[in-house]
């Protein structure tokens, strides 16, 4: 059971960490797009 909770974990913080460039990509894209427009 520790193994497997182990390899959610990482699922999660991949996704997480996934999740999150996301955002930051998309926050700074549309702060760019504001300056430029």
Known sequence: SLSGSSVVEKNLDRLTL????????????????????
């Not at 996934?18 to 430029?36: D, E, H, R």
């Open 18 to 37: 996934f999740v999150s460039s996301v955002w930051v990509i998309s926050i700074v894209g549309i702060g760019l797009l504001i300056k430029i427009g």
